[in-house]
Nanobody
Framework: QVQLVESGGGLVQPGGSLRLSCAASGSIFKKNAMGWYGQATGKERGLVAS???????NYRSSVKGRFTISRDNARNTVYRQMNSLNPEDTAVYYC????????WGQGTQVTVSS
């Protein structure tokens, strides 16, 4: 069964940091580039950062220099370190493959507020 389980979200003040984790089924993880997707209230879900199976990363321009995506192939887990958070980063964040979407997990809420 394909599974994606996100964790690590929470409430943080502007300028703060969070680290998100996503545990993926091996069937997804080993053969796909993985991405973090964000969905703010009232907006469509969009790709924020991605990482290929070889570790090549790509970021939305608004998060470059602040967010870092990484993957642990032994643990079938993808991470995202988020620094210098601002209120515009508030969203539910999901992970999934890039190019081929599997069933979405529950996501993890990130709220940036003072």
């Amino acid at each position: 069964q394909v599974q994606l389980v996100e964790s690590g979200g929470g409430l943080v003040q502007p300028g703060g940091s969070l680290r998100l984790s996503c545990a993926a089924s091996g069937s997804i993880f080993k053969k796909n580039a993985m991405g973090w997707y964000g969905q703010a209230t009232g907006k469509e879900r969009g790709l924020v950062a991605s990482i290929t199976t070889f570790g090549i990363t790509n970021y939305r321009s608004s998060v470059k220099g602040r967010f870092t995506i990484s993957r642990d192939n032994a643990r079938n887990t993808v991470y995202r370190q988020m620094n210098s958070l601002n209120p515009e980063d508030t969203a539910v964040y999901y992970c999934n493959a890039v190019g081929t979407w599997y069933d979405w997990g529950q996501g993890t809420q990130v709220t940036v507020s003072s």
